[in-house]
């Protein structure tokens, strides 16, 4: 009954759309190798009056399968949204710029006006850049209000391409009495470094449209993140923002806070894994004291930040009425710091918003090694840009290799912590949690709250990889997990975390207005897995099935 149970949801995923106008061969795992390969799809196009989305995420499209794909694609005016990723599995790099160049070529030549672009999860290099480079300048993207380029292994020049063909959009759009408004930019672990970032940013603050940035793990120190703070400083509708497992330094982290006192609208602040150091946890604390009214999350773990420190940021939340997480796990405040902290926050009744603080690296022993470490990053800046350029060419060779995966980008010698993985799932993350990774999962998600519940399972899930063993058993571990903690507690409720899973996929309406996720192969197949547990309550499944079989 299991089987049946996901089969028939994973039919009704292929289904549904977020809107009406939606063609979706998600997650099918098709081998498109030539124009025979999708005779069925290119009909299926061509069938499509008012086609307005097109998803092959989750299936793999060789050169000729895209140019018959694009073809049908040339006539169909009212297009918006391109729903790629992860669509290039097993492909030559040399295979992705001509494929993109086609389906690129057809949008504009269809005269489409596109709001989602998402190429997310391609590892296609700078190359792959040059594929969407044309698209980008267009007048097809004149509209386009969200960028997908997460995990893509842009680099230093990939970024630069990209920034440029922005900035040329907006250039061209704006001259046309209707300038590019893009609102969301995804390009986490795409080792943009800061000269990457740098030009970027200029793009950013031209446009002033931003409402979420997520530029997580690109090996962006200082100088970038100073960068990025001015351009976001002239995007006031600015909502998240993203930039964990990235080293600001002090420096960056001051910059940053001076950024945040232009934007009222923020809502999730994640500097995770950033190195911010005390001075830079007191600059944004006193930033969240005296504005951000409307603060969600702040997350400062992992930042080498001290006792005193963390008190000031806790204090700085007191009056924050909205906010649901603060994460100040991982830090150097000591045991006596520690309970310091869950006393205050005790006292303005926060303490139950306060992550895990299970990873505390206990008091520095030297209060002065923080700026020695600043004088000896100042004095490396200079070296660091003599061997940027030969470091992106090594990173092009690697680029070259018949390769599925990206090469892991450059981070801290530290493991990430729970919360950055839950905020932007990857494999490498999850590797990266270490043999304990199900437990400290387990202990960091509220299992009381079924919503939240659903929610982690569906990130763990996103990660899954069924030819990649170990990811595989780390993702089905600690969803084995969390699910046992789960429905072993009595206040669990079942039915409302089947119920907030069908609404996350997209299956269920919620009154809340709850955005659905991108749904992945791997949701499907940690779902197939659970529901065969003895720890899933059969009545639960009962319910999948009652809902399924409608």
Known sequence: MATDVVAQLADSLAKTGVEDGE???????????DAKSVEEIVKEIQDYE????????????????????????????????????????????????????????????????LTVLDLSDNAFGPDGVKGIERLLKSTACYTLQELRLNNCGMGIGGGKILAAALTQCHKKSSAEGSPLSLKLFVAGRNRLENDGATALAQAFQLMGS?????????????????????????NPNLRILNLNDNTFSEKGAIAMAQALTHLRSIQVINFGDCLVRPAGAIAIAKTVSEGLPILKELNLSFGEITEEAALAVAQAVEDKDQLEKLDLNGNCLGEDGCKALKDALEGINKADLLGSLSDDEGEPEDDDEDEDEDEEEDD??????????????EEEEEEEEESNKLSTPASGTRPPDVSSF??????????????????????????????KTAEAFLKIASVYKEENNDVKNAVLDSIDALLKKAFSTPSFQGYSFVSSLLVLLGLLKSEDKVKPVLVVPGHLQALEHVVRQDYFPRENVAVLEAFMSR
């Open 380 to 393: 490396d800046d200079d070296d660091e840009e003599e061997v940027e350029e030969e470091e992106d060419v």
């Open 422 to 451: 839950l905020s932007f799932p990857s494999p490498d993350k999850l590797l990266r949690l270490g043999a304990k990774r199900a437990l400290l999962i387990e202990q960091q998600v509220d299992v009381t709250d079924a919503a």
């Open 50 to 113: 008012g086609l307005q989305a097109l998803r092959l995420e989750g299936n793999t499209v060789g050169v000729a399968a895209a140019q018959a794909i694009a073809k049908a694609l040339e006539n169909k005016s009212e297009f918006k949204c391109c729903y790629w990723s992860d669509m290039f599995t097993g492909r030559l790099r040399s295979e992705i710029p001509p494929a993109l160049n086609s389906l690129g070529d057809a949008l504009m030549l269809a005269g489409a006006k």
């Open 23 to 33: 063609l979706s061969y998600k997650g099918q795992g098709r081998k498109l190798d």
């Open 210 to 234: 931003l409402e979420e940035v997520h530029m997580p793990q690109n090996g962006i120190n200082h100088s970038g993140v100073t960068a990025l703070a001015t351009a976001m400083q002239h």
